[in-house]
Nanobody, 121 residues
Framework: VQLQASGGGLVQTGGSLRLSCAASGRTSRSYAMGWFRQVPGKEREFVAA????????YYADSVRGRFTISRDNAKNTVYLQMNILKPEDSAVYYC???????????????WGQGTQVTVSS
């Protein structure tokens, strides 16, 4: 499966962005999906995950209550709605697909190219 992330950009503190991850090849409904983020010099960090059917989600403590992951299997697309953004949310955001649901990057088999999110203070 190929993943294409989009929707990043520059936003002020307190603002919102919605990231999208479009899947091609094998349909995304065959995979649990996740979002991760990374800043230079740091390890990739888990943000959110969603099961194949979308009936269960999981979030990092740092984003819980502000971010929402969702999916539209008919469109082979996963979304990350990000609200009340903070400067520390600035990072390159990656979407990923896994054969099982989880928060560790090790369970994810396929990765998108990343989209930059910058939150100005």
């Amino acid at each position: 499966v190929q993943l294409q992330a989009s929707g990043g950009g520059l936003v002020q503190t307190g603002g919102s962005l919605r990231l999208s991850c479009a899947a091609s090849g094998r349909t995304s409904r065959s995979y649990a999906m996740g979002w991760f983020r990374q800043v230079p010099g740091k390890e990739r960090e888990f943000v959110a995950a969603i099961t194949r059917s979308g009936d269960h989600t999981y979030y990092a403590d740092s984003v819980r209550g502000r971010f929402t992951i969702s999916r539209d299997n008919a469109k082979n697309t996963v979304y990350l709605q990000m609200n009340i953004l903070k400067p520390e949310d600035s990072a390159v955001y990656y979407c990923a697909a896994a054969s099982r649901f989880g928060s560790s990057s090790r369970v994810y088999d396929y990765w998108g190219q990343g989209t930059q999110v910058t939150v100005s203070s």
